[in-house]
């Protein structure tokens, strides 16, 4: 409050001022708040008092302003009852707002009354002219100068017939019911309606509960329906008039406004009023359905309302009565905000009507739900759109797209399936026909257009020539395989393998005087049992090596085994026959007890008897062959697109991925694109078993070729196609599919474990993930390590795969606490970094005999201390130099560690360990230095080799002895 404004009031209004002092000091300091001003402690009440003595109410009239000056008007006006009322009550409380319920109840119910008694007067009067509201309800208002939307509610309800009357009855009730009991003086209060309502009225009311509403409405309406009444039955006193006209142009608006209301109000008003009445929130909200076209007058309503709040004298007690019937309102106003809003945005009245208004105000979820499940019924797919195609595995989002249901709930069938997946899992086929059928749909298995793509060349007859065969060496351990490959090739030198066991799988072709035949170089050594299974695919012919003197061991039965299952026949040769122990009928007694029975002894096995040392039964060897090949009738045609299938394939220095194929069907040329395995590209070059580069290669020809995007794995069949485009697509469909094999795979073995776990007790595993420079390697380690498997420690390797460790591969190995096996390969600083925080255990390995001792150690607990390098630093390879009479030297950056010169060092290049060996020279500048840390530029020469390329791993390592230790 602005004391100041009371000062302006009384400069301003040096005697209409006094006036309206006159009679603050009379009512009360309270009172003094009305519009204009409000007041100050001790030296406005004097004043006040002093401007008291000289006007009265008729100067207080003119000069009064709104709502203040009314209610002194109003008590002056009055007859004597009410106006002695008045001021006892409130010189009793000295505010308005805590006036004494007992004094005002009694005035209340008077006006209460007095208001429905003139309003049903009027009503009656007026009912021929209900829509006329306009005028009555703009001239009243000036009668009773200020018109505030209470006066205004109460005469529209006058002027409006039947609604009208409803309101009284209902204010009425609302207020009488408390006010019942002390309101005697009624006859007093419908003489002088005008007067006697404002102030008590308002005091009285706050204490009503059920006139939240009803109050604004009624302590306004006194001060209107009084005048009304006045005016209809004494006529307008001159003083008031002047006030009217006075105050009329400042509350013009609010008189418009409320005249507007009055008209559209009775409507609303009698649902709110219902709806007050009726606690049953339901009975609240109708209305505004009953009435959607009508939303405005609610709001208007209420925002009158509002104000009048604010503005009136005693609102504490208000408030609280307020709330109730308020909050009603006001949520139903929301509801017609949101409705106007939405208006304003375009949207048409229509749509807003019912129950829809009610949903777009409160219930737009409800609203959103309601469409979402009307879509979910409208797109549920026909029968015959609800077949799917999958392939061998689908990815779970995908599948759930397709079916057009939500992963969640995909995901949620699969676990109660036992089958935990997330969205971007795969699911194999046979889960997928299960899943889908949970909802209703029908999986069939997508014959992919790969199909369509690689299509398969129906050979003619006369195309057909005849073609070299293919043959498989396979025998026991040290029977000879290699010897007599070798021999057979002549070529070839036979030592020089790492550890004594052949790594490195190959294939080539001989000429003989018969014609040729081709030899896929798979060693003997019982770990590359898998490569030579998967070599009997693509063999024609099996030479099954058995030393004379040594006759049938385990991996001859294995060879005879595998032999048979590919349904590839075997030629029996019979070596070592230059030993003196040679016993060949030993030989074939045992074999023939394996069910290899001799021609001669009534079979149908060729035996042949060989020294691959002496170089004996060589060509007889090789006719039979030739000889079986004939009864084979091997035939192809070399006129269409090559189909081979890969030997052996490795990333090779400088050439990028190498991969021996041995060519089956048709003529694989340069410059033909391919598929092979996972992965495609163009033959940028070919190379045959004798170093020649060729420009094709025909049936039956093995062929080392150059321009595959990745190293495909052993075994993996090569198709050439028409064009490079669709030797992408299918790579890629098959690369999605391999990856989606893994991730199922995965995903199963987990819970598999978890199943083992619980079932085995304390049986032990060990989880090994193998990672090598070759796929032959892999194949071999792989076989032999499951070999060692016991009752007691069961080996399981989780993975493998050619490449350096990955981080990927620590992540696998930490969530199956498996063990690294590395061989020819060494992973980047990362992924040490990486495993030493995982605490997972990676072994690295040149030779593939020490795995397998360290694993059979440590399976029997007799693991002894080992030797392994400590990696001091690495250094990338930034730009080569080449330096004459001293070689390559490389400008490298210490990305690790530090670089020492008298240490071993080991050039990586993809991961791949390319040279191991001494540092030649480590200098910075041109200053020789004896170590180089992490951040720094040097040059690094290695000595004797100069094959050094940029982005070239230069790591400096010591060998140190560790305690090793195997985890479970
Ligand atoms: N006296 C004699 N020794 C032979 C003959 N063939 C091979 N050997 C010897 O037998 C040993 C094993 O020969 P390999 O050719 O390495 O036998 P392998 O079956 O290839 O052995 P793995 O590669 O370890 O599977 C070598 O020392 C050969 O010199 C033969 O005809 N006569």
Known sequence: MGRMRVYELAKELNMTNKALLDKIAKMDAVEVRSHMS?????????????????????????????????????????SGSSGTQQPESLSSTGNAEKAPDAPADPQEKEAVQ???????????????????????????????KRGTSAKVL?????????????????????TVPQQEAPAPSLPDVSEKPSETPDIPVKEALPETED????????????????????????????????????AQSARKKKKNTAAKIIKRIDPA????????????????????????????????LIANETPAQETAPSSGSRKKKGKDSLSKDLAESRIEDGERKSRKKGRKKSVVEGDALYNRGKKGKRGKKQEQHQKTQITVPKAIKRRIKVDDTIVLAELAKRMGIKASLMIQKLMMMDVMATVNQTIDYDTAVIVAGEFGFEVEKASFEEENILQAHEDRPEEMITRAPVVTVMGHVDHGKTSLLDTIRKTRVVTGEAGGITQHIGAYSVETDGGRITFLDTPGHEAFTAMRSRGAKVTDIVILVVAADDGVMPQTVEAINHA????????????????????????????????VVAEDWGGDTIFTHVSAKANTGIDTLLEMVLLQAEVLDLKANPDKKALGHVVEAKLDTGRGPVATVLIQEGTLKTGDAVVCGIHHGKIRAMVNDKGTQIGEAGPSIPVEILGLSGVPGAGDELFALKDEKDAKQVSTHRSQKQRAKELARTSRMSLEKLFEQMEEGEVKEL???????????????????????????????????????????????????????????????????????????????????????????????????????????????????????????????????????????????DGVIMYDGKMSSLKRFKDDAKEVAKGYECGIGIENYNDLKTGDIIESYEIIEIKPSLKE
């Open 767 to 909: 989880n090994l993930i193998l990672k090598a420079d070759v796929q032959g390697s892999i194949e071999a380690i792989r076989d032999s390590l499951e070999k060692m498997s016991s009752p007691e420690v069961k080996i399981h390797i989780i993975h493998a795969a050619t490449g350096t460790v990955t981080e990927s591969d620590i992540s696998l190995a930490a969530v199956s606490n498996a063990i690294i096996l590395g061989f020819n390969v060494r992973p980047g600083a990362k992924v040490h970094d990486m495993a030493r925080e995982e605490n997972v255990d990676m072994r690295f390995y040149d030779i593939i005999y020490n795995a397998l001792k360290d694993i059979q150690d440590a399976m029997v607990g007799m693991m002894a201390s080992t030797f392994e390098e400590k990696v001091l630093g690495r250094a990338e390879v930034r730009q080569t130099f080449f330096i004459p009479k001293i070689g390559t030297i490389a400008g490298c950056f210490i990305t690790d560690g530090t670089v020492f010169r008298n240490q071993k060092v080991r050039l990586l290049r």
């Open 38 to 78: 409000a007041l100050e402690d001790g030296e406005i009440e004097t004043i006040k008092r002093f401007v008291m003595g000289k006007d009265k109410e008729e100067e207080e009239n003119q000069r009064v302003q709104p709502s203040v000056v009314r209610r002194r008007k109003r008590r002056s006006g009055r």
């Open 114 to 144: 007095a208001e429905a008694q003139t309003r049903e007067e009027r009503p009656a009067a007026s009912q021929e002219k209900p829509e006329n509201t306009a005028k009555p309800a703009a001239k009243p208002p000036k009668k009773n």
């Open 154 to 174: 109460f005469r529209p309800e006058a002027s409006q017939p039947e609604p009208a009357a409803e309101e009284k009855t209902e204010i009425a009730e609302e």
């Open 564 to 595: 048979k299952a590919a349904e590839v026949p075997i030629i029996v040769a019979v070596n070592k026959m230059d030993k003196p122990g040679a016993d060949p009928d030993r030989v074939k007694r045992e074999l023939s007890e394996k069910g």
């Open 269 to 300: 008003v009698l649902a709110q009023m219902k709806s007050d009445r009726n606690p049953s929130k339901p009975a609240a909200r109708p209305a505004p359905v009953e009435k959607p076209a009508e939303p405005d007058p609610l709001e208007l």
């Open 211 to 246: 006139t939240a509403i009803s109050q604004t409405e009624i302590s306004k309406a006194p001060e209107s329906a009084p005048k009304t009444a006045e005016g209809a039955k004494a006529g307008e006193g001159a003083a008031e008039k002047e006030e009217a006209e006075a």
